[in-house]
């Protein structure tokens, strides 16, 4: 079923209630309009919050990545017991893309666990804390991580973030051999001169790690 078409009036009512965390008004404009927390937002796409006040340059599609963004415990509780708003792999995910941990955080204390999903996307956004703390409750995920996956990190300057996203994989026996390619990138970029002083004395740091774990970075 298609999402209802709401007046604008409406919608601004939905919003400012949002901003508020007004719950009681909330709920009742879901309930009246037969909305889900899943539906797109009127003005999709739109520019969202994050923490710090940054997104990530992810635009926010739903209102359930409203509530992400903008980190509305509030609103999160209400939708989770009145509305049943299932909490889920996905859901957890998508705070890590739209980069406000202090929601992703607080689904972990309400009991939801992160797990593929989140995973990869805590190493494409190259977050070593959130990728340590997942591989430390379930080491079995260390099998989902894919050349894909290590490959993302390409689209990001290098720095100590992506280092220690590096160390924290290898320390929990990620094969050295699924950053050949990520490896290989890098050294066409120091050919190319498309890298600045600041990211070769990290690539000097990452081909330690490497060859420390057993890669043959002369052999690329």
């Known amino acids: 079923m298609p999402p209802p078409i709401l007046s604008i009036e409406d919608y601004d009512e939905i919003l400012d209630a949002l901003d508020s965390e007004d719950t ?3 709920l009742k404009r879901f309930q009246a309009f037969d909305l889900e927390p899943h539906y797109e937002l009127l003005d999709s796409p739109r520019p969202g919050g994050g923490s710090n006040g940054s ?7 739903t209102y359930l990545d409203y509530i992400i963004s903008y980190n509305l415990t509030d609103v999160i509780d209400v939708f989770i017991d009145e509305l049943n708003l299932q909490i889920d ?28 999903e989140s995973l990869k996307k805590a190493i494409q956004k ?34 100590e973030q ?25 050294i066409d970029r120091k050919y190319n001169n498309s890298i600045d002083d600041e990211e070769k004395i990290v690539s000097i740091e990452i081909f330690d790690l490497f060859r420390t774990y057993g890669m043959r970075i002369d052999d690329l």
């Open 55 to 61: 997104n990530g340059n992810n635009d926010l599609i």
């Open 89 to 116: 792999d996905s859901v957890m995910a998508r705070c890590l893309e739209l980069e406000n941990i202090d929601t992703y955080k607080y689904f972990c204390r309400l009991g939801y666990h992160p797990s593929e």
């Open 24 to 26: 009681n008004t909330l």
């Open 162 to 186: 992506i280092v220690e996203t590096i160390r924290v994989l290898l320390n929990n026996n990620v094969n050295v051999n699924i950053f050949k390619n990520f490896a290989c990138e890098i």
């Open 126 to 159: 190259s977050n070593c804390e959130i990728v340590d703390e997942i591989l430390s409750n379930d080491r079995d995920l260390i099998g989902c991580i894919s050349e894909d996956d290590i490959e993302c990190l390409s689209n990001y300057s290098l720095d």
